[in-house]
């Protein structure tokens, strides 16, 4: 079974400072994909960035990029110029290529300090 | 991105009362969705699979007789919470996917058992 680790439970950084978030993951199979989910206090579960383990690239999407380490199992999310917008409840998410179900991690609640 | 819609957004009932949560993925076809349970800073409990036209598959020690999952078309899913239970109070969310591409989620559904 597939397991999600995110040991920072909460985080908090000053606007337009840029923040990591951590994430690792433990699997056997080879063929999988990553994803980091916000939560804002709405809690609609937003998709902000995803990973497919065999692209050795790592993912961005604007202020959001990734730190991809497969030998490691590790799934890091950076995200620079933070916005107070930013303020959520961040998870990591790992699906395998053979099953559709997401496992999500516990989660890390970042505040964007003014 | 695609678009899951669900309803209710809040509901309270009375115990012993059933109450449908309604979650329908707009602008594609579901091949599968998924519904989950969060507790307060809690992270996502996968519940139960459902696959257009199948049975639910439930994640041990879910209650299938309790928490009621019909797929009745591709982009329809329905959870029955019956018999509710102040203990059943929780927030409820559903997420679609189409093929193996990633999951979109639904808004929520905070329930309130009295």
């Known amino acids: 079974a597939q397991t999600v680790t995110q040991s920072q439970p909460e985080m908090s950084v000053q606007e337009a400072e840029t923040v990591t978030l951590s994430c690792t993951y433990d699997t056997s199979e080879s063929n999988y994909y990553l994803f980091w989910y916000k939560q804002p206090p709405s809690r609609q579960m937003i998709l902000v960035i995803r990973q497919e383990a065999y692209k050795q690239q790592n993912a961005t999407e604007n202020r959001f990029s990734v730190n991809f380490q497969k030998a490691a199992k590790s799934f890091s999310l950076k995200i620079s110029d933070s916005q107070l917008g930013d303020t959520a409840m961040y998870f990591c998410?790992?699906?395998?290529?053979?099953?559709?179900?997401?496992?999500f991690g516990s989660g890390t609640q970042l505040t964007v300090l003014p | 991105g695609a678009v899951v819609s669900q309803h209710p957004s809040w509901v309270i009932c009375k115990s012993g009362t059933s109450v449908k949560i309604e979650c329908r993925s707009l602008?594609?076809?579901?091949?599968?969705m998924f519904w989950y349970r969060q507790f307060p800073k809690q992270s996502l409990m996968l519940m139960a699979t459902?696959?257009?036209?199948?049975?639910?598959?439930?994640e041990q020690g879910v209650e299938k007789d309790k928490f009621l999952i019909n797929h009745a078309s591709l982009t329809l899913s329905t959870l029955t919470v019956t018999s509710a239970h102040p203990e059943d109070s929780s927030f409820y969310i559903c997420?679609?996917?189409?093929?193996?591409?990633?999951?979109?989620f639904g808004q929520g559904t905070r329930l309130t058992v009295v």
């Open positions: 997420s679609a996917i189409q093929g193996s591409a990633e999951a979109f």
């Open positions: 459902s696959n257009e036209g199948s049975k639910a598959t439930y």
């Open positions: 602008d594609f076809q579901a091949t599968t």
């Open positions: 998410a790992f699906r395998s290529g053979s099953a559709r179900q997401l496992t």
